[in-house]
């Protein structure tokens, strides 16, 4: 089993998640240089805009940092299901003065579909490659490999865990029901046992033969002692950046995290057509409706979603955000990255001392 976390020479246990959009380079840095790996999502981004992160990365930072893909399956562009799909929303681009879009488009390319971005990844060689919603090629693998890459992968079952470790990634992240944002399951049409992190952290623990990293509903150090307690190598945490001034968040997700919405967070696909944790607002709230469609293919549907909120915010609704976040979002803290750091290094002090 590889030596992890100290053969990235990781003074705690801890990973930043990746968080497409929310995260920064200004924040992954910061997470590397306090002794954690920091993480940049690309998965939204073309491998020029990708590079450029890299690039700032490593402006500000000599410690290891990981890049996170997203390795969906290609959507299926269906004119009939998108059509029904527009109208359904009318209405709400009716109520904020706007017109839906005539046609729907991916807005984002799997990494498995985008040769441009493995060629970046092979020349700027990131020290960490991880992958959400599935798998990349044997190829890709072998390539990544040999430049010495330490690669991840986000998975929700023994089975996906298994996948993964026969595919040859270096470690696993066990995502829990409770994680933020979406939820890394390789086919969102097929059952979801939705498996807690810390039964499906043990559980992995015990069935695979490579580490495995918990994430979900992970806050504080006291979480991070008990993840680890259970066998993991590491904990993986991202709502407990949100509030950070590094992080891209905007004022109104930060508002709405800090308020009575973190208390009550919601699984949803029909902001981006994949199921993903949210802070319930307007949006989700949708999910009570009756008769609602098929959602268009990941990423599609998100094609709606945005322009739906950027409709509604032109009219000062901010009801229709993609503010992701896990069940422990009541906890997250406003603080720069080092303060945080060294609370949590602090707290998981604390917490192993109680354990010992």
């Not at 985008?114 to 693998?141: C, I, N, Q, Y």
């Not at 807690?196 to 991070?224: E, S, Y």
Request: proline residues 8%.
């Amino acid at each position: 089993m590889m030596n992890w976390p100290e053969q990235l020479g990781l003074t705690i246990p801890l990973v930043q998640a990746p968080m497409a959009g929310v995260s920064t380079p200004a924040l992954a840095a910061a997470v590397s240089q306090a002794g954690a790996l920091g993480s940049v999502g690309v998965g939204a981004a073309s491998a020029t805009a990708a590079r450029e992160m890299i690039c700032q990365i490593r402006q500000q930072t000599t410690a290891p940092f990981n890049v996170n893909l997203f390795a969906h399956k290609t959507p299926e562009i269906d004119p009939v299901r998108n059509k029904a799909w527009l109208d359904w929303l009318k209405p709400l681009f009716t109520e904020f003065s706007a017109v839906p879009p005539a046609e729907l488009h991916p807005i984002y390319r799997s990494f498995n579909d985008d040769p441009d971005m493995l060629d970046m990844l092979l020349h700027m060689k990131p020290p960490v490659v991880s992958f959400h919603f599935g798998l990349p090629s044997p190829e890709t693998v072998s390539a990544l490999k040999a430049t010495g890459a330490v690669l991840l992968a986000t998975v929700t079952s023994l089975d996906e865990a298994r996948a993964a470790e026969t595919a040859g990634m270096d470690a696993i992240v066990a995502q829990g029901i409770e994680a933020g944002g979406h939820r890394g399951i390789f086919d969102p049409a097929g059952h979801d046992d939705a498996l807690g992190t810390f039964a499906l952290t043990r559980l992995l623990v015990r069935q695979c033969r490579i580490p495995v990293i918990a994430a979900g509903g992970i806050m504080d150090g006291a979480g991070m002692a008990a993840a680890l307690g259970l066998g993991a190598v590491a904990a993986q945490m991202g709502t407990a950046f949100i509030l950070c001034p590094e992080t891209g968040a905007d004022e109104d997700y930060r508002t709405a995290l800090a308020g009575p919405a973190a208390f009550h967070t919601r699984m949803t696909d029909l902001i981006s057509g994949r199921p993903a944790r949210c802070l319930q607002n307007r949006f989700t709230s949708l999910n009570d409706s009756v008769g609602i469609p098929p959602a268009p293919d990941y990423p599609i549907t998100y094609d709606a979603g945005k322009t739906l909120n950027k409709a509604a915010r032109n009219c000062g609704e901010s009801g229709f955000g993609a503010y992701w976040a896990g069940q422990g979002a009541p906890m997250a803290r406003a603080m720069p990255v080092d303060q945080l750091m060294g609370k949590l290094k602090e707290e998981l002090q604390e917490a192993r001392c109680l354990l010992a």
